[in-house]
């Protein structure tokens, strides 16, 4: 089963910038979107932003105007440009995958990096 390999988390003070990589180990064929969501312990995990196949984005009313999200479609990877990190930003972010498969759409994660911003 391919899996979803993420990096580039970790801790930054208010104001810095990450960016977060994510590359399935394998090949996905007929991909309807990539993208992140983040998850804070004890809450339920939230669309970051999201891209389509067409290259039109989501994003979660917090983070516009701070974080890009694109991606290469030849290498199936999809990035997070995270700049004017918050302390609120902090959490597990996880890289999200919709595609097609056998006449159903399916969806697949990744197994979740930490970002902390401290203050």
């Known amino acids: 089963q391919v899996q979803l390999v993420e990096s580039g988390g970790g801790l930054v003070q208010a104001g810095g910038s990450l960016r977060l990589s994510c590359a399935p180990s394998?090949?996905?064929?007929?991909?309807?979107?990539m993208g992140w969501y983040r998850q804070v312990l004890g809450k339920q995990r939230e669309l970051v932003a999201a891209?389509?196949?067409?290259?039109?984005?989501d994003y979660a009313d917090s983070v516009k105007g701070r974080f890009t999200v694109s991606r290469d479609n030849a290498k199936n990877t999809v990035y997070l440009q995270m700049n004017s990190l918050k302390p609120e930003d902090t959490a597990v972010y996880f890289c999200h995958v919709e595609y097609r498969r056998m006449g159903l759409t399916r969806n697949t994660w990744g197994q979740g990096t930490q970002v902390t911003v401290s203050s």
């Open positions: 394998g090949t996905i064929f007929n991909i309807n979107s």
């Open positions: 891209i389509t196949s067409g290259g039109n984005t």
